[in-house]
């Protein structure tokens, strides 16, 4: 592992709920409400809220940490990011957002997160590539997301503050060139991507799904949101092929070859994702083995054998 931390890191802002009913209480929004905030479950960034005015409205107030900085999270580009999806009917309206505060307001839906077992479904799938399509039709996103350049920035990070990371993690690097070398030779043109669709990033109101929180989202590779999303829920590869294929509209396995390998550069990218997190965050949640369990992942998928098929049939669609 590596030492002690030698830089100097960016501190956070809202601690709790006082404080976040104090900075609420002066956006134009809500000015002159009387708000009850219940804190929202889950969150690994940011401190979220359910806000309820004594009018009946309701929303959702994100509330940013300054050391999100290091995860490369762009607030102003996630503002607008979140109100070009919400215009293409695929999350909800944005209603504010206070930079200097750290917050966004958000419409609030009700309903149901979704989990992994949700997304092990069939039918499930299929409605998520629907909206996986209408979201990647939209207007192009701020900024563009590459997840080799990503786990570049966070490699860095780690270094220069000194977070400690897999003792081997360098050791692959090779054949993570390999499989990034691939995939720029067959790019398929960027869209507006989400980036991390976990099923907890997905809603259903009993009548459609939504997308919500919009912090990794730039203009991508439609296969990294495909494979991501397989990889987070840990789905066999027969979901893959079938996500792929809804998709896309037919099965192409080039385009599942190209996604499978995009859920491993991705498993490698957030196993330092989570060596920043355990080293800043102030979340109850263990970070590190969250991140050694993908970095696990990684490690046997590029020592793999069918990696070398994967790569050919992606090299040789070229």
Avoid at 22 to 30: I, N
Avoid at 169 to 188: C, G, I, K, Q
């Amino acid at each position: 592992m590596t030492g002690a931390p030698t830089g100097t890191m960016p501190s956070g802002r809202v601690s709790d709920a006082a404080e976040a009913a104090a900075v609420l209480g002066r956006l134009p929004t809500l000015a002159g409400a009387d708000c009850e905030l219940t804190v929202l479950q889950g969150g690994l960034t940011n401190r979220n809220y359910r806000v309820t005015t004594n009018s009946g409205a309701q929303f959702v107030a994100r509330f940013s940490s300054g050391k999100s900085s290091l995860l490369a999270i762009d607030r102003a580009a996630e503002y607008r990011n979140a109100s070009i999806a919400a215009t293409a009917g695929v999350a909800p309206r944005v209603v504010e957002f206070a930079p200097d505060e750290g917050v966004l307001l958000v419409e609030w839906i009700t309903g149901r997160t979704f989990t992994d077992a949700d997304l092990d479904d069939a039918g499930n799938l299929a409605q998520v590539a629907g909206l996986c399509r209408r979201l990647h039709a939209a207007e192009p996103f701020a900024a563009d997301f590459d997840i080799v350049a990503v786990q570049q920035r966070y490699l860095s990070a780690v270094r220069e503050f000194g977070f400690r990371r897999p003792d081997d993690y360098l050791d692959l690097e090779p054949a993570v060139r390999r499989v990034a070398a691939a995939l720029r030779a067959s790019a398929l043109a960027p869209v507006p991507c989400h980036n991390d669709l976990l099923a907890a990033n997905i809603l259903d109101d009993g009548a459609r799904l939504w997308f919500i929180d919009f912090e990794y989202a730039g203009n991508n590779d439609p296969c990294f949101e495909l494979g991501n999303l397989w990889s987070e829920a840990a789905l066999g590869v027969d979901r893959l092929e079938h996500l792929v294929a809804c998709y896309f509209g037919a099965p192409s396995p080039v385009q599942l070859a190209r996604a499978r390998l995009f859920a491993t550069l991705a498993k490698y990218c957030w196993t330092l994702w989570a060596s920043i997190q355990a080293a800043v965050s102030d979340v109850d949640f263990d970070f590190w083995e969250w991140g050694l369990e993908k970095y696990t992942r990684a490690r046997a998928e590029l020592r793999d054998p069918a990696l070398d098929h994967l790569i050919s049939t992606v090299s040789e669609s070229i």
